[in-house]
């Protein structure tokens, strides 16, 4: 069964740091592109990173770019967002989902959630 | 950025009726397009890939159509546990959702 557990959200200052993670199991996770999504509270769905199946190539959305750093172990079946800079509207329940059939988002986790407050 | 439009917002229907969602993409995804379901407090759910092909699982009440820029989602007869929230998302050039459609009991 394939599952896709988040940890390392929580509460962070303006301007802080956190590295999220997604603990990927029941599937070869080296073979597959993964991505990041987060939900602002009440809002709708909104892409952030993506990285290819090897770590060599990842994208960004511009809200992020500069800010969030994606990556991943393929030894250790772990997908990691380093988010920073932080700022109010960063504030979401953060995804991560991996890019299956015809690469779209098959297989999503339940999510961590980034509040950002002072 | 391609931007995707929803419509409507909301729609009201009642257990059996059938409900029709649109998405416009900005620019031709071509048939570069997902539809996804997520009920409250829980993660989105894959319902259609490529604009009209059914992910697993998925029963045959819920159907996609549509190329370019003009797609919809049908849903044929509407469970109980259909009323949900669905969005749209292109994969055509980067990835992006649109807004949501709420399809409400009414």
């Known amino acids: 069964e394939v599952q896709l557990v988040e940890s390392g959200g929580g509460l962070v200052q303006p301007g802080g740091s956190l590295r999220l993670s997604c603990a990927a199991s029941?599937?070869?996770?080296?073979?597959?592109?993964m991505h990041w999504v987060r939900q602002a509270p009440g809002k709708g769905l909104e892409y952030v990173s993506a990285?290819?199946?090897?770590?060599?190539?990842?994208y960004y959305a511009d809200s992020v770019k500069g800010r969030f750093t994606i990556s991943r172990d393929n030894s250790k079946n772990t997908l990691y967002l380093q988010v920073g800079s932080l700022r109010a509207d960063d504030m979401a329940v953060y995804y991560c989902?991996?890019?299956?059939?015809?690469?779209?988002?098959?297989?999503w986790g339940q999510g961590t959630l980034v509040t950002v407050s002072s | 950025e391609i931007l995707l439009t929803q419509s409507p917002a909301t729609l009201s229907l009642s257990p059996g009726e059938r409900a029709t969602l649109s998405c416009r993409a900005s620019q031709s995804v071509s048939s570069c397009l997902a539809w996804y379901q997520q009920k409250p407090g829980q993660a989105p759910r894959l319902l259609i890939y490529?604009?009209?092909n059914r992910a697993t699982g998925i029963p045959a009440r819920f159907s996609g159509s549509g190329s370019g820029t003009d797609f919809t989602l049908t849903i044929s007869s509407l469970e109980p546990e259909d009323f949900a929230v669905y969005y749209c998302?292109?994969?055509?050039?980067?990835?992006?959702f649109g807004q949501g459609t709420k399809v409400e009991i009414k």
């Open positions: 490529d604009a009209s």
């Open positions: 998302q292109q994969r055509s050039n980067s990835w992006t």
């Open positions: 029941g599937f070869t996770f080296s073979t597959y592109a």
């Open positions: 990285i290819g199946n090897n770590g060599d190539s990842t």
């Open positions: 989902a991996r890019s299956g059939i015809r690469g779209y988002y098959d297989y």
